[in-house]
């Protein structure tokens, strides 16, 4: 088979569902779902540590998911906090657990970081909040992101050194497990800068008007605002090569991005793959899945380059998260599972939009909110598999409507 009909797989686990579900009880019942990966064409693992801005490792960086929370939203939650707490306190780093895991069935992991996080209070009510932000974003709401009329926003914003420091932070310790890159993933969630004044004061230094006389969409005040980003990765490049130099091999970094927002949400990934600060280029939509776009041109940025494409798939297409008055009524038995619904990508799908991907140029496939779907993972990294499988589905198709 040519290597070319060959295509490579990466899969985000959340690091959260698991433990929400109550499948996470044991080291033995986490290495179980990781070895659905063995003979399939998954090749980079991402197991999300961070939800909100608190952890599912023993950080002494923030603080670990639940904790500090003596009122849960949600039945889920509770499990979260009691199973993290049960494993960490036996002396189970469950981190450590699934990189030792990966390394053991010969698939690469890396800690897949959420970039800017944490939750409205509006959103699920302030229990939620308490459980999954951070003490950092609780105690620095000077630190948020501001927007056109100054007002306070949710999310914390980068133009901010105390900020990028706590992003570092956690980095760094992440880098002390025996990790093969980072994955940052800026579709969780945007904004990461708005109109700070530090931002607005060096931008009138630089170009005599403020920001605030200038269109939002601005071509200077765009690339200047990514500035900071971009000062950040190659704060985050720096440290992944000095790990990697005393290890004696490369530390690489994906990065998951909106392919309509990037700039705007102050990413200038063309400078990112031109300097070689990421490894691999996740291009997705901040949204439901089941979306489309061009592929090409972000293959026009990373060929010749070194960076790998891939597209960014989002599963779930319908439905949202399980809001606490909906774990309420499941509870009392006033509703069921089936009335919360959420539609996924199916295989022929996941197929037909592989070959679409593929042809515009993917190396690959990144698969978000679908981690143990292990028939997939058997099919979608071959050309020639899917082929086989569309075709054997359109036989299938056509036999079934020749009957009726």
């Not at 961070?50 to 929370?69: H, L």
């Not at 990508?345 to 515009?360: D, F, G, I, T």
């Amino acid at each position: 088979m040519s290597r070319l009909d060959v295509k490579k797989l990466i899969v985000n686990n959340d690091g959260h569902g698991g433990f929400f579900q109550g499948r996470y009880t044991s080291k033995e019942a986490i290495e179980r779902e990781l070895e659905i990966y063995v003979g399939t064409y998954v090749s980079i693992f991402e197991w999300c540590v961070t939800i909100g801005s608190k952890a599912n490792y023993p950080s002494k960086v923030t603080e670990v998911i639940g904790e500090d929370v003596r009122v849960f939203p949600r039945r889920g939650d509770r499990r979260v906090a009691e199973l993290l707490r049960g494993l960490i306190s036996s002396g189970i780093d469950p981190l450590g657990l699934v990189i030792d895991k990966c390394h053991e069935i010969r698939l690469d992991v890396y800690p897949s970081i959420r970039m800017n996080p944490d939750y409205d209070p509006k959103w699920m009510g302030e229990a939620f909040a308490r459980m999954y932000n951070s003490r950092f974003w609780w105690e620095n709401p000077h630190l948020r992101v501001r927007d056109r009329r100054g007002r306070l926003q949710i999310k914390l914003s980068y133009a901010f050194p105390e900020v990028r420091r706590f992003k570092l932070n956690i980095i760094e310790e992440l880098l002390k497990y025996d990790v093969d890159g980072i994955n940052l993933d800026f579709l969780r969630h945007p904004p990461f800068l708005g109109y700070e004044d530090p931002l607005i004061e060096d931008f009138k230094k630089e170009y005599g008007v403020s920001p605030l006389k200038l269109p939002e969409d601005d071509m200077r005040w765009l690339k200047f605002r990514a500035r900071v980003m971009t000062c950040f990765m190659r704060d985050v490049r720096a440290m992944l090569d000095k790990t990697g130099e005393d290890r004696g091999r490369r530390l690489k970094i994906s990065v998951r991005i909106d392919h309509r927002d990037y700039l705007r949400h102050g990413l200038d990934i063309q400078e990112w793959v031109r300097k070689g600060l990421i490894d691999h280029l996740i291009v997705s939509e901040h949204g439901l899945g089941g979306f489309t776009f061009p592929l090409k041109p972000f293959r026009r940025i990373t060929e010749s380059s070194g960076c790998e494409l891939y597209f960014g798939e989002e599963a779930i297409c319908s439905g949202h998260d399980l809001t606490p008055e909906e774990d309420r009524l499941l509870a009392e038995g006033k509703i069921s599972e089936k009335d919360l619904h959420r539609r996924r990508l199916s295989l022929k799908e996941y197929c037909q939009r592989a070959l679409k991907w593929y042809n515009e140029g993917a190396d690959g496939i990144h698969i978000f909110n679908d981690p143990n779907n292990r028939e997939a993972f058997l099919i979608l990294g071959d050309i020639d598999k899917i082929k086989a499988y569309l075709k054997n589905e359109q036989k299938c198709a056509s036999t079934l409507t020749s009957r009726n």
